[in-house]
């Protein structure tokens, strides 16, 4: 299993927009091959601080996801 951990900070002003732009790719990222969970995180102490957490079944897996 590898897992992805991916930590960005948005501006203020499009915190609401990355949170959507996050949130829609989840679906998408699930149904594709080797994906075995992809979660969004907001910060608690820092409302413009997200984390996606993403596993996948083998490097090749991840490697096709990122090329697409």
């Not at 979660?39 to 413009?48: L, M, Q, Y």
Request: aromatic letters at 6%.
């Amino acid at each position: 299993m590898i897992i992805v951990r991916i930590t960005m900070t948005a501006r203020p002003e499009k915190r609401k927009e990355v949170m959507q732009t996050l949130l829609s790719m989840i679906e998408p990222t699930l149904q594709e091959k080797g994906c075995l969970s992809y979660r969004v995180f907001k910060d608690v102490a820092d409302e413009n601080v997200f984390s996606l957490i993403k596993e996948w079944e083998t490097r090749e897996d991840l490697d096709r996801h990122m090329r697409s």
